[in-house]
């Protein structure tokens, strides 16, 4: 075997899949064995491993999104616009039912490409001599970075790499305040519904869901038992929610692969974990948004 090839064997992983060891601990034992050289590859979106969310659950924006698995760098796809008649080409209404948004709708295909999403922490020197140290802080703080831009990504990404954010996407539908900030939600929900919807998902400001906690938790509780996930992340700027039909309305495509390297691997030489994700296609909101394709491949 020559040198090259045992270098790559070196770095192998002993549990590719995680099913022992967190990413941290796996980035850990092949920087033990391989140095500034070390890079795992492993079979998981690592935003999903974040060690802390086994004791206290928090949803993030893909936790709103169904998943599937692709093994293509392109991906073909459907989505549907609105059109100004329900007459207009390709426009579809439900079965005999006249007046509802959906006989505006017209369905489209298109393709995505791939984005890798890409985050980096700064590591001591003390803490990549210890093996334990170093398992830890790819664990408890490269992961949470990783998170914090995918959440970026997911809802603002401005689609010049690939995905165009929730945020970002074209024909959402706003509700007016109606009273406090509980029943503007609940308003907004009940109106995506007769865009075609039932909403499961929103995605909140912490200065606005903690407040919901301080008055006793009776809506979120609410929320919950109507099967209705709530994201909070700072990505999406305070006084404003994103609702919708999340499930039925967005698929996220991934390739269930990350990369966690060193800083100077790869060809842009920079970043130290990283996941790959196709941008994300527009459909009409249901008062968030409604029937549109958010596509994320992960690497």
Do not use: C
Not at 44 to 70: E, G, M, N, Q, W
Not at 228 to 249: E, K, L, M, N, Q
Not at 263 to 284: N, T, Y
Request: charged share 30%; proline share 8%.
């Amino acid at each position: 075997m020559d040198e090259d090839a045992l270098a790559d064997d070196m770095v192998l992983l002993d549990d590719p899949e995680l099913t022992r060891r967190s990413p941290g601990e796996e980035f850990a034992l092949a920087h033990a064995r391989s140095g500034a050289e070390a890079r795992v590859e492993l079979r998981a979106a690592i935003t999903d491993l974040f060690p802390p969310s086994r004791r206290r659950p928090r949803y993030t924006v893909r936790h709103l999104l169904r998943k599937a698995v692709t093994a293509s760098d392109v991906v073909s796809f459907a989505r549907e616009t609105a059109t100004t008649s329900p007459d207009g080409p390709g426009a579809i209404g439900v079965a005999g039912v006249a007046g509802t948004p959906e006989a505006r709708f017209q369905a489209e295909s298109d393709t995505a490409k791939v984005q890798v999403i890409r985050a980096a922490a700064p590591v001591p020197a003390e803490i990549l001599a210890d093996p334990a140290a170093l398992a830890a802080y790819v664990d408890f703080r490269l992961l949470v970075r990783l998170g914090t831009v995918e959440n970026e990504v997911l809802l603002n990404g401005d689609g010049g790499e690939g995905i165009l954010g929730i945020a970002r996407t074209p024909g959402l539908r706003y509700q007016e305040p109606v009273g406090g900030p509980a029943e503007t939600l609940l308003a907004a929900a009940s109106s995506s519904e007769w865009h075609g919807g039932s909403v499961d998902g929103i995605v909140m400001h912490p200065d606005d869901w903690w407040p919901l906690v301080g008055r006793g938790g009776r809506l979120l509780r609410q929320l919950a038992d109507a099967g209705v996930r709530v994201a909070r992340t700072r990505r999406i700027p305070a006084g404003s929610a994103i609702i919708g039909d999340f499930w039925a309305a967005a698929t996220l495509f991934e390739m269930r692969r990350s990369t966690i390297r060193r800083p100077g691997r790869g060809p842009r030489g920079r970043g130290v974990a990283r996941r790959r994700d196709p941008r994300d296609p527009r459909r009409p909101p249901a008062r968030a948004f409604r029937r549109r394709q958010l596509r994320e491949v992960a690497e």
